[in-house]
Nanobody
Framework: VQLQASGGGLVQAGESLRLSCTAS????????MGWFRQTPGKEREFVAR????????SYTDSVKGRFTISRDNGKNMAYLQMNSLKPEDTAVYYC?????????????????WGQGTQLTVSS
């Protein structure tokens, strides 16, 4: 499955933005979907994950209560709604897919990385 993240941009702290992940090549129904982010010089960081059915989600602590991951299997897309954005959320955001069961949070447990989308939050 090929993935493409989009929707990034420049926003002010406190504002909201929604990222989209468009999948092609295969249906995402067989995959858990996730979002990661990366800043220069740092490791890629797990942000959020949603199960194949959408019934289970998990988040890294720093975004709990502010970010919401969702998916639309019919449209072959996943989303990341980001509210109350902070400057520390600034990063390149990537979507990814996995068939690893449980709650994989390590980048090596995910594949089908798409090109990222840059989010910049100004203070």
């Amino acid at each position: 499955v090929q993935l493409q993240a989009s929707g990034g941009g420049l926003v002010q702290a406190g504002e909201s933005l929604r990222l989209s992940c468009t999948a092609s090549g295969r249906s995402i129904r067989s995959y858990a979907m996730g979002w990661f982010r990366q800043t220069p010089g740092k490791e890629r960081e797990f942000v959020a994950r949603i199960s194949r059915s959408g019934g289970a989600t998990s988040y890294t602590d720093s975004v709990k209560g502010r970010f919401t991951i969702s998916r639309d299997n019919g449209k072959n897309m996943a989303y990341l709604q980001m509210n109350s954005l902070k400057p520390e959320d600034t990063a390149v955001y990537y979507c990814a897919a996995t068939t690893v069961v449980g709650t994989p949070t390590e980048p090596h447990q995910w594949y089908s990385w798409g090109q990222g989308t840059q989010l910049t939050v100004s203070s």
